[in-house]
């Protein structure tokens, strides 16, 4: 079993000035599901788009079987065996599934010969997997999970042998987490070899034979899965033993300032995300919502700061409601004393290609205190801006620069500052540091606190569990769009990851 | 983050890479001289001279220049907000009526003077009116703006046509045109500006509404990057779910941004019916609603671009105009295919020869490169 | 003169109108279901008719015209590709510019060659295609109902008509049963698919646009090889932008295409046929209006009255691989 599916040597690969990928070396046994685990932005994904023909490295070799491959576009990773599972998934929407499998398969111009083919082999491939899925059923009508196991049928009618798959759980619910896992396991006993890249330590734990890290755009260690801890992974991953303890004093809770009732959102599709969530967040107190990406926290978000039109529910701010079952008005709302760090800065929170200043008075824009007249009052917008940009130590501190050309740091840092600096009575944050270097995230947190002490109601949403804890005051933990708990900060970790899964959180809520 | 465009000094954004853009298309227009057995050379000479050789020339020159403005502002203002506003045509079509009904009402008992704000206000309101349905249509319905503007300019013309037929057309007239209007409808000429620089207007239609048009083109400047309104248009442009997240109205905005933007196409209106023929005929605007993409296309959207690239149009259209009287074989649809070439290389193969410049200017002067560089880290 | 003759006659007269704007929304509907969206059908169609015309004219061929038509309107549409695919500019922009150069090159280059007002010299029986008579078409013209309908109806129409309605199922088939129709469709609707599946977005794109031009000939030598004997300044005078207008109508599907094609070509012959003919209880019917019929319901169905046009969902959008 030690032969070589894949063996990686000195691979090299930058965009520009980004260096995405230094000299990766990497060998994943035959056999085996080989986890690769890192950061967002660490490359893992960069990585595995060369080893698909996405793109090409700039130096370095692919082994596949101990032989060197010329993986120059996906038709030539195909033809060496490898199939992909991408994190957007790849499929044609209002194609069947047979049409999304056969599509690049279809063995001859007409189409006839090769559907009733595809149909035997689609039949082969559910029975030896366990992998069923209707092959006429329409791709939009699917479930995820199951547009999931499209996926890996397409990889495998392509008969690949070496499966990646690219953050894999991050749209699925525990459940479906599960199936998938199990799929994988059959998937080895089939003797397929499977690499699983994710950010998800207890994934890599619950399923990996071997685990390899890496760490800006570096390969920084291989570990056998079962000699190794979640404590030296994370570590390897961080780089240096980061304690997510941010210093903060007793909260002293008093009036409630945003109450929260029976709430429940539809997605675009109708899809129930929030279903009848209600709970009371209080001036001086910080509520993290912990939960995996996709159970319902952006929609609660986006439908309390009156982005998106809730199905039915109450939410009242100060003791007055908010219409979000209407016309919420964000721009009212804001006047009203609410401000709201979105999840997604680069196309929600700020205009790329806007100048600084710009976007600094972005949703506030027409307070009178930038007009003059009828006309915005240019000097007061940049003046304002400076001020901002000594306040939050904003790098570069120059109010004309376009926006695009921050980092990621110094942009959330604009958008915080036009949020924190309104005094607003209730602060609604997402995922305040994703994308955001170290430096900053300490910075954020502080000021996070800050508000918090200055008698602020602060909702918070992040995937990060270590951030929920560190700065929440009270955590409620949703799963499939329910509040499935209430802990505080010092329940464990395994506890809040339980209920995290859905698996505590049913219990409770049948009690 | 594909390949990244370095980013290049202001000059070669701004001035190289648009001169660039239109040297191809006019070297490509030299060519289709060339096969039709003409020279390009004494084309060229000929467009010049025609455009700028006497006073009478510039005057006819400014002419089609003022037209042009209120089309490439009307098509820029669009593209501030996202929108592809492909009616300009159908708009300042729709925009003579107002112009017509102004003058037809008023031209025999108020000075001009009276007519021209009544008129300004007539051609906006018909102009915006028929932005404003394909707009409302995006707003509501999620109408494709494109789509329906080019129907609409089709629409436009069918109505015009059985306007002017049953409607406007005097009685025992065979000709589709309004009746000519009194003193009170005719724009005077700007002979006393001509005539600062020693020259005189001669018989060109060069009027008043030149002055309209530059005033358009800095309300247009000061719309856009110095109102409310304009960060906003801004912002849905740019970025459609950070517009949401402001609490920007889109519908409103929308619909708003096409009313300005067939307001001031149908603005165009003035130019040709107050100004030149007193009159409004079947098919005054000529094409001039798709030049105006040609030129907010070459103008970057920019009123300071706008400005020197409807200048250039209107001097292809009195130079080529010039052209065809002394070269018969070259008749004024030269001037179509050489806008045609400027709406691809501009428009369509905008970054065909970044690349290439970007080697080139960076590649010069080592301290830009560095710039590029620390800049982009 | 008696409802039925005069049926016939409308009928006839909607096929033959109806005949370049199938062959141009079928253009059209190969680009577009590719992702690349093309207002420059117009200009296509113009640039054909137009080589048609000098082609079949220099060599009193209508064979060669037909090719040189297809061949002008493949090389626009490789232009129209370059700009979209290749350079990822902007598709509206590009076909807007297409349609400008056509429109004004057809007129220099005619004159400069043929120094007739922007025509081309009227065409002989050689240069242009014939009728059709469809076999016993002449034995059966007396038959009642059954014996018009064939003689009159079916039969006695350029061959190109044939091929344009041929081209219907013809073009379901095409995108429906076959590997190139899978991928197509596909690469309108998602790209990414296609390119991680291995196939090459580019390519694909490139040989949608190549029918789309291919199509598009063959309509605009219709217009200057059958439907008239020459090239005439403007020729194609609005109906590849009401072309556009039926495929949108049909919803980019080939059936639909059809019967969007034959009422917009039925609108014409209508407008033409009854021009100041005042009806019963409606009176007179601006002919403005019935011209500018199929650009209002096209619109009403743009809004959403009348069911919902969706458009292929990677359509306008140059491919840019994620990163």
Known sequence: MSELAIELQGIDKSFGLVHANRNINLKVRKGTIHGIIGENGAGKSTLMSILYGFYQADHGDILVDGRKADIRDPNAAIAAGIGMVHQHFMLVENFTVLENIMLGAEESQILNAGITKARAELKRLEKEYALEVDPDAVIEELPVGIQQRVEILKALYRRADILILDEPTGVLTPAEADHLFRILEQLKAEGKTVLLITHKLREIMAITDEVSVMRRGEMVATRTTKETSVEELAELMVGRRVLLRVEKGEAKPADVKLSVKNLTVRDSRGVTMVDDVSFDIRAGEIVGIAGVAGNGQSELLEAISGIRRAKSGTVLLNGKPIDVTGHADPAELRKRGLAHVPEDRHHVGLVLKFEESENAILGYHDDPKYRKGMLLDIDAIRADAEEKIAAYDIRPPNPRLKTANFSGGNQQKIVLAREMERDPDVLVIGQPTRGVDVGAIEFIHRRIIEMRDQGKAVLLVSVELDEIRALSDRILVMFAGRVVGERTPDASEGELGLLMAGVEGRKEAAE | ?377 | MDFFQVFIELAQSTVRLSTPLILAALAGLFTERAGVFDIGLEGKMLGAAFAAGCVAYISQSVMMGLFAAVLVSVLLSLVHGYASITQRGSQIVSGVAINFVVAGSTVILGEAWFRQGGRTPALTEDGRFGRITLPFADAVREVPILGPLYSGLLSGHSPLTYLAFLMVPASWWILYRTRFGLRLRAVGENPGAVDTAGISVIWLRYRAVICCGILCGIAGAYLSLAANAGFTKGMTAGKGYIALAALIFAKWRPKNILFACLLFGFLDAFAIRYQGYAFPLIGRVPVQFMQALPYILTVILLAGFIGKAIPPKAGGVPYVKER
């Open chain 2, 1 to 377: 983050m594909s390949v990244p465009h370095a980013k290049l000094p202001g000059w070669a954004e701004y001035g190289l890479i648009p001169l660039v853009n239109l040297a191809v298309a006019f070297l490509i227009s030299g060519l289709v001289v060339l096969i039709v057995g003409e020279s390009p050379l004494e084309a060229a000479y000929h467009m010049i001279n025609g455009a700028f050789g006497r006073g009478e020339y510039i005057g006819f020159t400014l002419y089609y220049t003022t037209t042009f403005i209120f089309t490439g502002l009307a098509v820029a203002v669009a593209f501030h907000c996202g929108l592809f506003n492909i009616g300009g045509e159908g708009q300042a079509y729709i925009g003579g009526i107002g112009v017509a009904l102004a003058c037809l009402s008023f031209d025999h008992t108020l000075p001009w003077y009276l007519v021209f704000p009544i008129a300004i206000l007539g051609a906006a309101f018909f102009g915006a009116l028929w932005a404003l349905i394909p707009g409302w249509l995006l707003a509501r319905r999620g109408s494709h703006i494109v789509i329906t503007t080019i129907m609409f300019n089709f629409i436009a013309a069918s109505l015009m046509n059985y306007l002017l037929n049953k409607v406007f057309k005097p009685l025992g007239s065979m000709s589709l045109e309004t009746r000519t209007f009194d003193a009170g409808g005719q724009l005077p000429k700007l002979d006393w500006l001509m005539s600062i620089f020693g020259l005189s207007v001669g018989t060109a239609p060069f009027n008043i509404s030149f002055l309209l048009a530059l005033l358009a083109a800095f309300g247009v400047w000061v719309l856009i990057w110095r109102t409310r309104l304009g960060y906003e248009m801004r912002t849905m442009g740019h970025s459609p779910a950070a517009a949401r997240y402001a609490g920007i109205k889109e519908a409103k905005i929308i619909v708003i941004t096409m009313m300005i933007s067939g307001g001031l196409a149908g603005m165009m209106a003035l130019n040709p019916i107050m100004g030149e023929q007193f009159r409004m005929q079947l098919d005054f605007v000529q094409g001039a609603g798709f030049v105006g993409i040609a030129v907010a296309l070459m103008g970057r959207s920019h009123p300071a671009g706008i400005i020197p690239a409807a200048l250039l149009f209107g001097m292809l259209y009195q130079g080529g105009a010039e052209i065809s009287f002394e070269m018969p074989s070259i008749s004024r649809d030269m001037i179509v295919i050489i806008q045609g070439l400027v709406i691809l290389f501009a428009g369509a193969l905008e970054h065909m020869f970044r690349p290439a410049i970007t080697r080139l200017v960076l590649g010069l002067s080592p301290k830009t490169r560095n710039v590029a560089a620390t800049k982009g880290a």
